[in-house]
């Protein structure tokens, strides 16, 4: 099978997320993907050909240091594998327009810094104030995920903790249940409903069911229709934005998340 060989001299997670996001146009089922991180030197370069790195694929790259980068570059040739440099353009640029040498120091991206543990304190709290709890408390938060169960509302939160640094905190909307009166107190701009389709919940919820001792009342398609439409209804009390997670990844609900608290701000 076509592989594409992520290699890096820090995690490679970037290098792997542009490759994945290439290959998504095509399918991504089309190749296999070989993610190899912490490749600093041209005899980890060498090993790596002679035991691993195989045709067909490509290599997909980010390498600071320029010995193991000509090191790759001369390998990968010698075995007719194709490379793509996924900084080094980039790079070259930066340095024409601030006319400045780049420090060549692998995983610079992921030291610690001040954003690190902002975004460790927002995961923290997203488990603090997870499903409803500590309500009282949920003033504090960035935004507030409501939605029946099922809708994300967990998945989200720990999306916008992880990469955008957010306070979130959800709150689940039941059925035949009145909301707490606290979300009624906090601002609606803060407030994001998450919606599904029916059908795909229903989906989601037996797969969920099979695992657990919930009752019957929580795959039915005629309750579950029943539970989005009551939570359109809160929402539009609320008055707050909304927004349908159907089929979608959590990283683009997180987005349009983002996108609607920017719209509210403004």
């Known amino acids: ?54 045709p067909p694929g490509i290599i997909v790259y980010t390498l600071v240091l320029p010995e193991t980068r000509e090191a790759l570059i001369e390998q990968a040739k010698k075995h007719s594998i194709p490379v793509h440099d996924v900084l080094g353009d980039l790079v070259n640029k930066f340095e024409n327009i601030f006319h400045s040498v780049p ?101 989601f919820r037996t797969t969920r069911a099979s695992s657990a001792g919930y009752s019957a009342d929580y795959f039915e398609l005629e309750n579950i229709t029943e539970e989005i439409e009551s939570s359109k209804k809160i929402f539009r009390e609320l008055k707050c934005e909304v927004v349908n997670m159907t089929n979608r990844a959590v990283e683009d609900i997180a987005v349009e998340i983002i996108s609607k608290l920017e719209i509210v701000r403004r």
């Open 1 to 54: 099978m076509f592989t594409i060989y992520i290699l890096s001299d820090s995690s490679g997670e970037t290098a792997e997320l542009v490759a994945k996001s290439a290959l998504s146009q095509f399918g991504l089922d089309k190749a296999a993907l070989c993610r190899l991180p912490k490749i600093r030197s041209a005899d980890q370069i060498k090993k790596l050909f002679l035991s691993l790195i195989k």
């Open 103 to 203: 420090l060549h120091e692998p995983g610079l991206r992921l030291q610690i810094d001040r954003t690190y543990f902002n975004r460790m304190e927002a995961i923290h709290y997203a488990i603090q104030y997870d499903d409803g709890q500590n309500i009282n408390g949920i003033d504090s938060a960035d935004v507030v995920l409501a939605g029946v169960s099922g809708t994300g509302k967990t998945p989200a939160c720990m999306c916008l903790a992880q990469h955008y640094g957010l306070k979130a905190a959800n709150v689940p909307i039941i059925l035949g249940v009145n909301p707490q009166k606290k979300i009624f107190q906090i601002n609606p701009q803060k407030i994001i409903g998450l919606i599904c389709d029916p059908l795909i919940l229903q989906s």
